[in-house]
Each structure stands twice: as C-alpha cells, then as structure tokens.
C-alpha cells in the first residue's frame, strides 16, 4: 500500500514536470512566433532605408568605388563594436575614464551588461573572470539581504498594520496591500523613470522609455539603444552615476 | 542584561553589514581602477587607427566631403544599432526569421540579454514587457528545479559515496569531490567550449573564447563582440539553436 502510494507520488511528481516544461516549449515557442511576425516588416524598413542611403552616397560620389566604401564600413562597424569613437564629433567625449569604469564595473557586477563596452585587451578579460567569480556571487548576496530587509519594511509591516490597526481580516489587508504596493512601484520604477527619460531623451517615445526601465530592472540589458548617446560628456556621466547608483 | 545583550548583538550586525559594505565599495573602486589602467591604452591605439583609416579614405577620394563622409557613417552606425544589414554582403544572410526570434526570445528570458538585436516596434516592445514579467519568473523557477536536481546528483549522491563506500571521513570526502568538481566544470564548461570556439572561430584567440564562455554562464551577456558575425547562414543557425540548448 505504501508502495503504491509512494508510486503515485513519484508518477504525480513526474506529470507536474512534464506538464511544467510542456508549457515552457509552449511559451517559448508563442514568443518566437510572435517577434518574428511583428518584426519582420520593421527590419524589411530599416534595412531597405539603409540601402538607399549607401546607394545615393554612391551616386552622389562618382569617385568612390562600390568595394571601397563597404571595405570603410565594415572597418568601422566592426571598431565600433568594440566602442570606438568613430566620428570626429565623438572623439572628445567618450574617453575611456574612471566614471566608465565604474559603470562597467556595476552593471557586470549586477548581471546586466553593457552594450556599449567590452573588454578589449586580453589583460581585461583575464581579471574581468576573476573578479567577476568573487564579485558576482558578493553583489547577489548584498542585495538579497536588501530584499530580505525590504521584504519586512514593504510587505510584511505594513499587512500586519492594516490587518491590526485597520481591523482588516489578513487575506483582505494581503490583497489590499499588493494592490497599492503595485500600482507604487508601478509608478515609482516605471511610469516616473520613463517620464523623466522621455524629457531629457527627445527621440525616444514613451514605450522606449517604458521599455529601458524593464530591461534595466529586469537585468536583461540594454540590447541595441543605450541613453544618452546624443549628450554632452557631463550630462553622459551624470547618467552613468545615477544608474550605478540606482 | 537581556536588554545589554539585544544591543549588542544589534550593533554587532550593524557593524558586520557596514563591514560587508565597505568591503563592497572597496572592491568596486578596485575594479573601476584596474579597468580604467588596462583598458586606456587599447582605447586609444584603436581609435587612432580609425581616425587613420577615416582621413586615408578621404585622401584618396577627393570627391567626398569630410561633412558627408560623417553624415552617411553616422547614420550607417545608428542603424546597425538596431541591427540592420549595412554591408551588401550581409543583406542576404542577417534575415530576421523564426530561429532568431527564438534565440532572442531563450537569452531574454534566462536574462542574458542579447547585444545583436532589440525590439524596434513599439508592439514587439510592449509583447516583450509583458511576455517577460511571465516569462523571467517561470524560467528561473524551471532553472531552479534544475539546479536542485543537480545539487542531489553531483552534489550530495557522490560524496556520500565517498564517505559510505570508500571508507572517508565526511569532511575528507567533501574536500575531495569539491576538487574534482571544480576540474570536471572548468573542462566541460569553460576549457572544452572554449577549444571548439577556438577552432570554429579563427579570428578568436583563446581568452576570447574563455571570456566568451564566461560572460554566457554568469548571464552577463556578450557586450561587444558575440560568435558567428563572420559565418554562413546555415552555420549561424546552428549556433543560435545551439545556445539556446545551453
Ligand atoms: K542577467
Ligand atoms: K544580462
């Protein structure tokens, strides 16, 4: 009889796994679909915007050959890979200084990445795995004791207030709770961030905005479109030291 | 007394978190520093050659303006931020299709990130908001799972193999299997990829491939440089698929 239960157990146990991972591939699969049926024609646009601006370059410059200026563009491209000041007007200020540095530093450290830089010498990488293999496993510690902190300060204090003080019967403050504290954070790591990004930012719309915030907090990373690519040297690292210290 | 000794064990844990603070703060200045020292000199030895190859290309066609030349590479740059196909040697192989999609959707999700793409409309940019604050949260909790499993498996069978069978004492046997693990995970996870990326990536060196493997592993993400830029389409495919087997 214990057998048979023990059995069962382990069949039940088994058919939860298997149902999890069925919807994972599920998951996956819908969000494939998804992106490549609503970016298809985005990339068609960008990509086809891009070949008539080579080709008019070409038209409007006889002297230049074909093969010359895509062996200039795929030299530059592949140097701004590793984040090099392409353009003269760039030269001056992006320098690779200690607030970069730091920024580096952080946004490794925190698993978000940058796009924007990489280590180029092999110098770097070597001390990036070794400080990466300390610091990495420090920083989750660090901020799982802040989680655990907040999680009393945040959630734990103030249910117990409500049902207390308030005379709320627990589910009810639990449910009242994680409504406010929603619509707080919602506001206060979405909403105001983006508002404030799409101010000092004015070619990015709100949904970039919206969309920067997630894959920061997300620790995603930045993908393609980092802030502050049109700004003055200042305001480039007043951003970078909000965000380390964010 | 009581009172006494609630204090100082306050005080005590204040203090070991100051401590673990400041400890933090000095490990990041570090890293800041040791980058800033390393990494300079490469800075500035590439974007000199850029600036070389810019002014030698203006040399040789006398036709081009400066103004003009910096025009069409700006906006060459800004769209291969959004990963556009500039070269026409890339037009035919970079298409945004279904395998893309799903190894965009596997990095997203395991908060990888993915430097070679971003969403660029606003509908795929909100699908991924919402897709991802499911998704993020099921992926983790899968890789959790997982990772139990493995910690009874690698962990907790073998040395209590050791301990049992081959007549150690626990801690002897726990030192012993940590060793073994450790050169088994270097091998399979780090030293072994980094060989095959290596031969299948000639423009690689050895570091490169290790940092690589490394930046993968810690979800950090590939910043600058990820595999396969110079490859078929078919080969490249096989690549994505295989990441996202990872
Ligand atoms: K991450
Ligand atoms: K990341």
Same mark, same amino acid.
């Given at each position: 009889? %214990?057998? !048979? %239960?023990a059995?069962?157990g382990?069949?039940?146990? /088994?058919?939860?796994i298997?149902?999890?991972l069925?919807?994972y !591939?599920?998951?996956v699969?819908l ?7 609503v970016? #298809?024609?985005?990339?068609?646009? *960008? ?8 080709r008019?370059?070409?038209?409007e410059?006889p002297?230049?050959?074909?093969? #010359?200026l895509?062996e200039?563009?795929g030299?530059v491209?592949? +140097?701004?890979?590793? @984040?090099v %000041?392409?353009?003269? +007007? @760039?030269?001056? &200020?992006?320098?690779? @200084?200690f ?6 530093? $952080? /946004?490794?450290?925190?698993t978000?990445?940058? &796009? ?6 092999e110098e ?5 795995? $070794? ?10 510690f660090?901020?799982?004791?802040l989680?655990?902190? *907040?999680?009393? /300060?945040?959630?734990?204090a103030p ?6 003080f308030w005379?709320?019967?627990?589910? #009810? +403050?639990?449910?009242?709770h994680?409504g406010? *504290?929603?619509?707080? $954070?919602?506001c206060?790591?979405?909403?105001l961030?983006?508002?404030? $990004? ?5 070619d990015w719309?709100?949904m @970039? ?6 894959v920061? !907090?997300s ?9 502050? #690519?049109?700004?003055?040297?200042? +305001? ?10 964010k």
């Amino acid at each position: 009889m %214990a057998w !048979l %239960a023990a059995s069962l157990g382990l069949l039940f146990r /088994v058919n939860i796994i298997s149902c999890l991972l069925l919807c994972y !591939l599920l998951l996956v699969l819908l969000g494939g679909a998804v992106f490549t049926a609503v970016e #298809r024609p985005v990339e068609e646009k *960008l990509r086809a915007e891009v070949e008539e601006l080579r080709r008019s370059f070409l038209q409007e410059h006889p002297c230049v050959e074909e093969s #010359r200026l895509r062996e200039l563009l795929g030299k530059v491209l592949s +140097a701004h890979r590793g @984040d090099v %000041a392409v353009l003269k +007007a @760039d030269t001056d &200020d992006r320098h690779y @200084d200690f607030t970069s540095s730091l920024y580096f530093v $952080i /946004v490794t450290l925190t698993t978000m990445g940058s &796009d924007s830089y990489t280590p180029k010498s092999e110098e770097a990488k070597l001390f990036c795995i $070794i400080y990466c293999t300390l610091g990495i496993p420090f920083t989750l510690f660090l901020l799982t004791l802040l989680s655990k902190l *907040l999680l009393h /300060v945040v959630t734990h204090a103030p249910v117990h207030h409500l049902s207390t003080f308030w005379g709320l019967s627990y589910p #009810r +403050a639990a449910l009242l709770h994680a409504g406010l *504290l929603f619509v707080l $954070i919602m506001c206060l790591l979405f909403l105001l961030p983006a508002f404030l $990004i799409c101010e000092v930012e004015p070619d990015w719309n709100f949904m @970039d905005a919206l969309f920067y915030c997630f894959v920061i !907090l997300s620790t995603v990373g930045q993908g393609g479109n980092s802030l502050g #690519r049109s700004w003055s040297p200042a +305001a480039k690292e007043t951003l970078e030291l909000l965000t380390t210290c964010k």
